[in-house]
Antibody, heavy 119, light 110 residues
C-alpha cells in the first residue's frame, strides 16, 4: 500500500523559507511512471498546484507560474522522498500543503500540513 | 478565481440523485480528462473518478462521471448522509502546463 508521509514546521516567519518533506513508502521517487507534486489549499485561493518532480531517464521539475521564482522541489533518492522549498513567504502563503502522486492523474495525496506564515 | 468552474453548493435528500458540473476550456477539460475528488472536513482530497468516468476500486457505483466538450459532470445517485462533503474537479492544463482545479462544490444532504 502506497503512503505519503509529510513532515515540516507549521509556522514560518514572513520573508523566510517554507520547507516540507514528503516520504514515500510503497513506491519510488525514481519511478518512470509517476510524478511527485506539491499542492496547497487555502480559503482564498482554493486548491493550487505548485509544481512537480519526476524521473524519465533524467530528472525534470515543473513549477506553477505563480510561484516559479520562489519554489524548488527536489527528489532525494537516498531517502525515497521529495521536498518543497518556498522562499520569501508572506501571509498569502498560509495554507494546507499537500504532497501528491500522479500516475496519469492525481491518485494519492498526503494528509496535509497546515502552514501559517506569521511573525 | 479557479480555472475550472463549479457551482459553490448543491443539495439533495437521501435517495435522490444530484449532479455537479465542472466547466473548463479547450486547454484543460477540452483536451484532457477530468477527475473528481471528495474532501471530508479536515482530510485530504480522495480520488473519486478518474479519466472522466472511471472509478477506483472501493468507490461505490453510486458515483459516476461524464464529460462532453469542455464540461464534465459528477453524478451521485441514491444520496446518503455520508456523501455530505466538498467535491472538486481537476484536469491537466496544457497551456498552463500544470494541474488545475475547480473551486469546489459543497454538497449538503438535507
Amino acid at each position: 500500500q502506497v503512503q505519503l508521509q509529510q513532515s515540516g514546521p507549521g509556522l514560518v516567519k514572513p520573508s523566510q523559507t517554507l520547507s516540507l518533506t514528503c516520504a514515500i513508502s510503497g513506491d519510488s521517487v525514481s519511478s518512470n511512471s509517476a510524478a511527485w507534486n506539491w499542492i496547497r489549499q487555502s480559503p482564498s485561493r482554493g486548491l493550487e498546484w505548485l509544481g512537480r518532480t519526476y524521473y524519465r531517464s533524467k530528472w525534470y521539475n515543473e513549477y506553477a507560474a505563480s510561484v516559479k521564482s520562489r519554489i524548488t522541489i527536489n527528489p532525494d533518492t537516498s531517502k525515497n522522498q521529495f521536498s518543497l522549498q518556498l522562499n520569501s513567504v508572506t501571509p498569502e502563503d498560509t495554507a494546507v500543503y499537500y504532497c501528491a502522486r500522479t500516475k496519469g492523474f492525481l491518485d494519492l495525496w498526503g494528509r496535509g500540513t497546515p502552514v501559517t506564515v506569521s511573525s | 478565481q479557479s480555472v475550472l468552474t463549479q457551482p459553490p453548493s448543491a443539495s439533495g435528500t437521501p435517495g435522490q440523485r444530484v449532479t455537479i458540473s465542472c466547466s473548463g476550456s479547450r486547454s484543460n477539460t477540452g483536451s484532457n480528462t477530468a477527475n473528481w475528488y471528495q474532501q471530508l472536513p479536515g482530510t485530504a482530497p480522495k480520488l473519486l473518478i478518474y479519466d472522466n468516468n472511471q472509478r477506483p476500486s472501493g468507490v461505490p457505483d453510486r458515483f459516476s462521471g461524464s464529460k462532453s466538450g469542455t464540461s464534465a459532470s459528477l453524478a451521485i445517485s441514491g444520496l446518503q448522509s455520508e456523501d455530505e462533503a466538498d467535491y472538486y474537479c481537476a484536469s491537466w492544463d496544457g497551456s498552463l502546463n500544470g494541474w488545475v482545479f475547480g473551486g469546489g462544490t459543497k454538497l449538503t444532504v438535507l
